[in-house]
């Protein structure tokens, strides 16, 4: 079992910047596919973003595409989401998640194509 712990969540202004980490331990932590999802009071959890083993291939959501950036550093077993011009719809719990089999391949995919959640970091964008 792979174990992913969210951090980097905060209160920004809209259009201010926030950096999110996703650290990965686990055996063979740094061979899967992880995904972005974020979740608002009411609503769906959503794709956000991914990101190949490799690194090479990043996949976002259209509401967050040319905004956010994701990326990782298999040397650290870290993921990041760098997320600029923030909007205060962007504001969520945003979880990371392991890809399973059908997750993060042309589009992040659906939740249940995923696992091993981390328990979310919130980020609150408000003047």
């Known amino acids: 079992q792979l174990q992913l712990v969210e951090s980097g969540g905060g209160l920004v202004q809209p259009g201010g910047s926030l950096r999110l980490s996703c650290a990965v331990s686990?055996?063979?932590?740094?061979?899967?596919?992880i995904g972005w999802f974020r979740q608002a009071p009411g609503k769906e959890r959503e794709g956000v973003s991914c990101i190949s083993t490799s690194g090479r291939v990043t996949i976002y959501a259209d509401s967050v595409k040319d905004r956010f950036t994701m990326s990782r550093d298999n040397a650290k077993n870290t993921v990041y989401l760098q997320m600029n011009s923030l909007k205060p719809e962007d504001t969520a719990t945003y979880f990371c998640a392991r890809s399973r089999i059908g997750g993060c391949s042309g589009n992040v995919g659906k939740a249940t194509w995923y696992g091993d959640w981390g328990q979310g970091t919130q980020v609150t964008v408000s003047s």
């Open positions: 686990g055996v063979t932590a740094d061979y899967y596919a």
